[in-house]
Nanobody
Framework: VQLQASGGGLVQAGDSLRLSCAAS????????MGWFRQAPGKEREVVST????????YYADSAKGRFTISRDNARKSVDLQMNRLRPEDTAAYYC????????????????WGQGTLVTVSS
């Protein structure tokens, strides 16, 4: 499975960005997808996850009410719509795929994209 993330950029506080993660390869093995982020000097943290086959998405507290995760089975992609961005959202964002399920621990994800940088200025 290969994951290609895109959509990062430099924005101002309050702006929106949409990240996209395109999956290719043996995607039939994927059961869950997630977006994680890692800010400079901080540990990687989960942002949002979604089952490849449906169900209720998971959002970290920092993402609730501002971010929306969605999947497009036809495009084989998972997007993260980020609204009302804050400077503390600045991080490298990674999409990941799990063959286990819709997990919140990065350790349960088998495949990772290359990361896309989001910078939010105040």
């Amino acid at each position: 499975v290969q994951l290609q993330a895109s959509g990062g950029g430099l924005v101002q506080a309050g702006d929106s960005l949409r990240l996209s993660c395109a999956a290719s390869g043996l995607i039939g093995s994927i059961k869950g997808m997630g977006w994680f982020r890692q800010a400079p000097g901080k540990e990687r943290e989960v942002v949002s996850t979604i089952s490849w086959r449906g169900g209720t998405p998971y959002y970290a507290d920092s993402a609730k009410g501002r971010f929306t995760i969605s999947r497009d089975n036809a495009r084989k992609s998972v997007d993260l719509q980020m609204n009302r961005l804050r400077p503390e959202d600045t991080a490298a964002y990674y999409c990941a795929a799990s063959t286990i399920g819709q997990a919140t621990s990065g350790a349960l994800y088998d495949y990772w994209g290359q990361g896309t940088l989001v910078t939010v200025s105040s």
